[in-house]
């Protein structure tokens, strides 16, 4: 178990809606990643947030957006959905700014139908 | 450049060595990392080395790193069962870029 937590777990949507996916971070780390996984573009970088600010961006569409409150925890609102957002998509988390370690939740599994 | 390439598959015997590859376009990486996914799960950070190094051993994992040719290694002694898995190296680039390989899925033999 890393200390990061994602929810949920699963989200079957359909295209079209707007998704919100949660992070909780590892205690003390003030830095948190998303990532998608698909099988087509592997594992790709979306957006870093640093003590609440957007730190370092990605391959982030702009229907996708993030946040990250003054708690640490963070959200990734996914819109407009289309069948090829259906992935995983992990949080990470470290604990400074800059990125030697990072550690990944269990991910949350998105299907668009 | 952003080209992290991986071989899709390697199959091994339980208590042989594995060795799991990767090469990179880009010289300017600093770290380079290697993480391990078991299925249904995220991904596990196993180890990783500074851009300057030649090679890191940390119990059963031994990384070696090329920067002339751009290749990583990572080497597992003494393979388990419990070692199948995806394997794969990343790349941080300076700004907080990172950067994924395409994954080595590793099946051990018993």
């Known amino acids: 178990d890393s200390g990061v937590t994602q929810t949920p777990k699963h989200l079957i949507t359909a295209t079209g809606q707007r998704v919100t996916l949660r992070c909780s971070p590892r205690?003390?780390?003030?830095?948190v990643y998303w990532y998608q996984q698909s099988l087509d573009q592997g594992l790709q970088f979306l957006i870093q947030y640093y003590n609440g600010e957007e730190r370092a961006k990605g391959n982030i569409l702009e229907r996708f957006s993030a946040q990250q409150f003054p708690d640490l925890h963070s959200e990734l609102n996914l819109s407009s959905l289309e069948l090829g957002d259906s992935a995983l998509y992990f949080c990470a988390s470290s604990p400074t700014r800059e990125l030697y370690e990072q550690y990944f939740g269990p991910g949350t599994r998105l299907t668009v139908t | 450049g952003e080209d992290v390439e991986q071989s899709l598959f390697l199959s091994v015997r339980e208590g042989d060595s594995s060795v799991i590859n990767c090469t990179y376009t880009?010289?300017?990486?600093?770290?380079l990392y290697w993480y391990k996914q078991e299925p249904g799960a995220g991904l596990q950070l196993l180890t990783y080395i500074f851009s300057n190094m030649d090679m890191k051993q940390d119990q059963r994992l031994t990384v070696l790193l090329n920067k002339k040719d751009k290749h990583l290694s990572l080497r597992i002694a003494d393979t388990q069962t419990g070692d199948s898995a995806i394997y794969f190296c990343a790349e941080k680039y300076t700004g907080n870029q990172f950067y994924f390989g395409t994954g080595t899925s590793l099946t051990v033999i018993p």
């Open positions: 205690s003390g780390d003030l830095s």
């Open positions: 880009d010289s300017s990486s600093t770290y």
